[in-house]
């Protein structure tokens, strides 16, 4: 059943839209899809738009119209901190700003767990933790969810802050098999997003319910989000592979190799 009329998602065509696009028809009548890259051919209810999120005029013809928003669009990992302040910063502005304009009153926004990275793994955190950057591109998060707070605080435009684990189709790594997250579990954590009565401005962890958990999304329960997937089904994929050293920055910080990592620009 159709939880609002037209649903946009930015970043449609990277790699967690391409999982979720299918699933999201049962929540929207009409599907507005956005991104730089080719989103391929239009499905049933669906509306392909090319749009750079750096173009605020374009952008709030994007989101003219939409009941709410799922902003995936911008660079999804470390980059060049031009690059990363141009596309994940400003273009995030520009977003919130389109929404406050057209009416656009539910937004997700696609933060990540780098805005924490510098917590080591056996530090359990909630929304409460202070944010520990580990990254430019965890800056750049973080910014987004300062913003998203400013425009729920003043604007009255609803956020779901949801800190993104690894929403792929299996873990690449032994530190994924913590971080984890199926895309049924972003699409349930979404029809909770749309379906409920109030949401305000709340930070959810996006991981699955894994063995190993860093997270506590206790906060944030009043969503009535429950993950039904786990990493357990892919136990014994790294068995193979020699033991991690414990001293190694990236296994210490639960931010992993973004911790480790210089300054990209170097």
């Not at 009941?67 to 911008?74: E, P, Q, S, T, Y």
């Not at 580990?134 to 800056?139: C, E, F, K, T």
């Not at 001293?247 to 620009?265: E, I, L, R, S």
Request: hydrophobic share 40%; with cysteine; glycine share 10%.
């Amino acid at each position: 059943m159709a939880l609002v009329n037209r649903l946009l998602m930015t970043g449609a065509a990277g790699g967690i839209g391409k999982q979720i696009r299918e699933g999201l028809r049962d929540f929207a009548t009409h599907l507005r899809l956005s991104d730089i890259a080719d989103l391929g051919v239009a499905g049933p209810g669906e509306e392909l738009v090319d749009c750079d999120i750096t173009d605020a005029e374009a952008l709030r013809a994007l989101v003219k119209g939409c009941d709410a928003i799922l902003h995936f669009g911008g660079i999804s990992t470390e980059d060049r901190a031009d690059l990363i302040h141009r596309i994940n910063i400003e273009g995030s502005y520009h977003l919130y700003e389109a929404a406050r304009k057209e009416g656009a009153r539910r937004i997700l926004f696609a933060s990540s767990n780098h805005v924490t990275g510098f917590h080591p793994r056996e530090t359990r955190l909630t929304a409460s933790s202070p944010i520990r950057p580990d990254s430019n591109y965890g800056v750049s998060k973080a910014y987004g969810e300062a913003l998203a707070r400013l425009y729920w605080d003043k604007y009255g435009v609803e956020t779901l802050i949801v800190r993104i684990g690894s929403c792929f189709p299996e873990p690449k790594d032994r530190r994924m098999m913590a971080t984890w997250m199926s895309a049924g579990d972003m699409l349930r954590l979404i029809e909770r997003m749309l379906a409920a009565p109030r949401l305000g401005c709340p930070i959810v962890y996006g991981v699955s319910d894994n063995d190993e958990s860093w997270w506590d999304n206790s906060e944030a329960a009043y969503l009535g989000w429950r993950p039904k997937d786990s990493s357990r089904q892919f136990a014994g994929m790294f068995d193979h592979l020699p033991p991690e050293n414990p001293t190694d920055p990236a296994v210490v910080w639960q931010g992993g190799g973004f911790a480790k990592a210089g300054h990209f620009d170097d």
